[in-house]
């Protein structure tokens, strides 16, 4: 049973370690933020710190 449990922590710290990232910029591009999983819940996406987003192409 623990050989099971050290597979599923393990497995949970790898798919939260490499979880869907990314970084977002502003339209006029001076300022930019990270995300963790999703930019809608991102902080700085929450306070609008950068204002606007860029057109993603």
Avoid: F, W
């Amino acid at each position: 049973m623990s050989k099971l449990l050290k597979i599923i922590v393990v497995g949970s710290v790898l798919a939260t370690l490499t979880a869907c990232t990314g970084r977002i910029e502003n339209q006029k591009k001076n300022c930019s933020y990270d995300y963790l999983l999703h930019p809608s819940i991102s902080i700085s996406k929450v306070i609008g710190g950068c204002g606007p987003v860029a057109d993603v192409k």
